[in-house]
């Protein structure tokens, strides 16, 4: 039982470019979320899944682009990287909403962009 | 707009004593209130959590402080370890969303 599998760990981008950022849960929790963790502004809500097929803005959805085309799996899109967006990603799943569920977070993946 | 105010930012702790963490909130729907735990490299991972009904909740060494009223709660972990030194948040969310409000985190170290 994996849990929460984030990929990469570390990615290195220039400015311009696109990428994916995979997440991919074995526990078929419906609820999946991105979140970005910054010095000093702790996590914030980038996009959230209650189910396959269904997605929705969190706090800062502005530069990232997510779907849902199964239960297992919420990638989420850099659609034109910007220095900005150097942070470390979290993906997070939960079998419920989060006040009656705890989240389970994956290990980040750590991006850098030049 | 921050909404979950957390303090302090860092914490240094000597074995033995007891750790405390504020958090204040401004949104009175709020309804659930967890405590997040994150060790370098890692995710976080749920520690405890508190829903507005009670005014205390421990779990082991740690316990949560609830104060209604003043839009307050407080992580306090008793007899810190250093195994203990780690960031913590504090957080919130309201039922009729899926969204969690981050506090700005706690770095605590806790020496032998």
């Known amino acids: 039982n994996a849990g929460v599998t984030q990929t990469p760990k570390f990615q290195v981008l220039k400015t311009g470019q696109s990428m994916t950022l995979q997440c991919a849960q074995d526990?078929?929790?419906?609820?999946m979320s991105w979140y970005r963790q910054d010095p000093g502004m702790g996590l914030r809500l980038i996009h959230y899944?209650?189910?396959?097929?269904?997605?929705d803005q969190g706090e800062v959805p502005n530069g990232y682009n997510v779907s849902r085309s199964t239960t297992e799996d919420f990638p989420l899109r850099l659609l034109s990287a910007a220095p900005s967006q150097t942070s470390v990603y979290f993906c997070?799943?939960?079998?419920?909403?989060?006040?009656?569920?705890?989240?389970?977070f994956g290990d980040g993946t750590r991006l850098s962009i030049l | 707009q921050q909404q979950v105010k957390q303090s302090p930012q860092s914490l240094i702790v000597q074995k033995g004593g007891i750790s405390i963490i504020n958090c204040a909130y401004e949104?009175?729907?709020?309804?659930?209130f967890p405590w997040y735990q994150q060790f370098p490299g890692k995710g976080p991972a749920l520690l405890i959590a508190?829903?507005?009904?009670?005014s205390e909740k421990k779990e082991g060494r740690f316990t949560i402080s609830f104060n209604k009223s003043a839009k307050q709660f407080s992580l306090h972990i008793m007899d810190s370890q250093p195994g203990d030194s780690a960031t913590y948040f504090c957080?919130?969310?309201?039922?009729?969303?899926?969204?969690?409000?981050f506090g700005t985190g706690t770095r605590l170290q806790v020496f032998p």
């Open positions: 957080a919130a969310s309201f039922d009729n969303t899926d969204k969690l409000i």
């Open positions: 526990m078929n929790h419906e609820y």
């Open positions: 997070a799943s939960s079998l419920d909403r989060v006040g009656n569920q705890p989240q389970h």
């Open positions: 949104n009175t729907a709020f309804d659930y």
């Open positions: 899944s209650v189910g396959a097929g269904i997605t």
């Open positions: 508190i829903r507005p009904d009670v």
